[in-house]
């Protein structure tokens, strides 16, 4: 029973930092209509401007966190407005702009590497605290604190999307583009406000992750390989769907763990990524396109 709640804990916890990456990952895809890989690498940036305001300059760190969150937004949007506007107005393909995140992924991870070294850096917050027993499960202050957090973010993002103006302007670009031009949304400006939103949520994952675990120049791209990986899940165009995809790749690593041995977790991942691009390229709450109906 013990290991059963155990790996359970470990999933959500998984689950809920997979989810963060995932939604602002579907975000931008929903509404941009391509895969911004690099947006695993605007975790590691942040993670490591974290790292240098609160381990480096010795700042509060409640102030390095609000830094940094604003700090992963603009990020996001110089990298549209630097990289990615330019290529669109000159009518680049999908593949194109796939091809700049990736080079975008492989220029931060250098930059962080010539900024900081390759080594492994910790971000500490507090003293370490003692695990919480529950139902026989070891669970920290933190690693609740990161589901909370999470969740909370996750609902509101549901809610912004669902309920103010801009949400469903941004959905209204995600469904139709040119339909929303006629009625007087602009897409570039509805293209700022999803990267800004998108990456501000990565910062917010970013924190999370560097207070939980070490940060590494690299950690971007296996990141943003479980957050595409969650968000095929439940369906790369659906924000909600993106997120339970997440928290079950997240249970369903730590489970398949229980009987493999733990370096098989990102080949679960990969599994679990083939099945669905295979069988189900939508996802488990994504809309098939493309299919006439009667």
Not at 30 to 36: Q, R
Not at 153 to 165: A, D, G, P, Q, S
Not at 265 to 289: N, S
């Amino acid at each position: 029973m013990s290991v059963f709640v155990q790996l359970l804990i470990n999933g959500i916890i998984a689950g809920s930092i997979y989810a963060l990456i995932a939604s602002g990952f579907s975000l931008i895809y929903s509404v941009a209509k391509f895969m911004h890989f690099a947006h695993g690498a605007v975790v590691t940036v942040s993670a490591f401007f974290l790292f240098f305001l609160a381990s480096m300059l010795k700042l509060p760190f409640a102030l390095s966190a609000v830094l940094t969150v604003i700090f992963a937004a603009l990020l996001g949007l110089l990298t549209n407005l630097l990289c990615y506007k330019p290529l669109r107005q000159r009518k680049a393909t999908n593949a194109v702009l796939l091809i700049a995140s990736l080079a975008l992924t492989i220029f931060f991870q250098s930059l962080m590497i010539a900024l900081f070294g390759a080594d492994i850096k910790t971000v500490r917050h507090g003293q370490i605290s003692v695990g919480i027993n529950v139902l026989g499960g070891i669970i920290t202050k933190l690693q609740i604190i990161i589901v909370i957090v999470s969740i909370v973010l996750l609902v509101l993002l549901w809610f912004f999307m669902k309920k103010t103006r801009l949400g469903k302007a941004m959905r209204a670009v995600a469904d139709n583009k040119e339909v929303a031009q006629t009625v007087g949304i602009n897409p570039e400006k509805i293209y700022n406000y999803t990267f800004i939103i998108g990456s501000a949520v990565a910062g917010i994952a970013a924190i999370l992750i560097a207070l939980e675990q070490n940060i590494e120049p690299n950690m971007g791209f296996s990141l943003i390989i479980k957050g595409f990986t969650g968000s095929i899940i439940g369906g790369i165009s659906s924000v909600p769907g993106s997120i339970f995809g997440s928290y079950l790749l997240g249970l369903v690593e730590n489970f398949g763990i229980w009987y493999l041995p733990s370096g098989y977790k990102d080949a679960i991942a990969f599994f679990l990524l083939f099945i669905f691009l295979l069988f189900r390229p939508q996802g488990i709450l994504g809309i098939k396109r493309g299919v006439a109906t009667k």
